[in-house]
T-cell receptor, first 112, second 115 residues
Framework: KQEVTQIPAALSVPEGENLVLNCSFT??????LQWFRQDPGKGLTSLLL?????REQTSGRLNASLDKSSGRSTLYIAASQPGDSATYLC???????????FGAGTQVVVTP | DTEVTQTPKHLVMGMTNKKSLKCEQH?????MYWYKQKAKKPPELMFV???????INESVPSRFSPECPNSSLLNLHLHALQPEDSALYLC??????????????FGEGSRLTVL
């Protein structure tokens, strides 16, 4: 059974620092991995999707890497801003029918 | 347009009420999903529709009844719910099933409170 873990559970950094968020998964036979952002009481916003054949994906200040062999993905957010404060979740499909297994998330606070 | 629209945003209902949650997307996606999220927990899958047919039911109690009237709409009918069903209900869609094309787009959710 696929298990997804995110460490740390919470992170507080001053504005301008780079953020490093970790995601690990137990079964390396994944199709893809997706990173989401969730603001309190809101839905999920898709940040990046990495296909299993890719090593990294970039969008603006965000960069996500994927190492299937070690069962790890890392989300880097450069030059953090208070608006980056949110919970970040990673997720992988667990079957062919679109069921996503989520990590518990990392709650990020960026202080001005 | 990468928007999934959910209504209502908030819903309060009694245990004997019948209500519905609605979800709409106009991205031409053929897979749609209902997820349930309790406070401080990650989302959990409830149902998957692929090409308007129910593909997955994650052993959800029958008091939750999904419906897919067409490729753009997904409903969740609620009847005789329990207070523990109070949660954020999230709708999502993807071009194909997540394993084929990957990216899921979520709506803002419907916050349900059962009294």
């Amino acid at each position: 059974k696929q298990e997804v873990t995110q460490i740390p559970a919470a992170l507080s950094v001053p504005e301008g620092e780079n953020l490093v968020l970790n995601c690990s998964f137990t079964d390396s036979a994944i199709y893809n991995l997706q990173w989401f952002r969730q603001d309190p009481g809101k839905g999920l916003t898709s940040l990046l999707l990495i296909q299993s054949s890719q090593r990294e994906q970039t969008s603006g200040r965000l960069n996500a890497s994927l190492d299937k062999s070690s069962g790890r993905s890392t989300l880097y957010i450069a030059a953090s801003q208070p608006g980056d404060s949110a919970t970040y979740l990673c997720a992988v499909p667990t079957d062919s029918w679109g069921k996503l297994q989520f990590g518990a998330g990392t709650q990020v606070v960026v202080t001005p | 347009d990468t928007e999934v629209t959910q209504t209502p945003k908030h819903l309060v209902m009694g245990m004997t009420n019948k209500k519905s949650l609605k979800c709409e997307q106009h991205m031409g996606h053929r897979a749609m999903y209902w997820y349930k999220q309790k406070a401080k927990k990650p989302p959990e899958l409830m149902f998957v529709y692929s090409y308007e047919k129910l593909s997955i039911n994650e052993s959800v109690p029958s008091r939750f009844s999904p419906e897919c009237p067409n490729s753009s709409l997904l409903n969740l009918h609620l009847h005789a719910l329990q207070p523990e069903d109070s949660a954020l209900y999230l709708c999502a869609s993807s071009h194909g099933l997540a394993t084929n094309t990957g990216e899921l787009f979520f709506g803002e959710g419907s916050r349900l409170t059962v009294l």
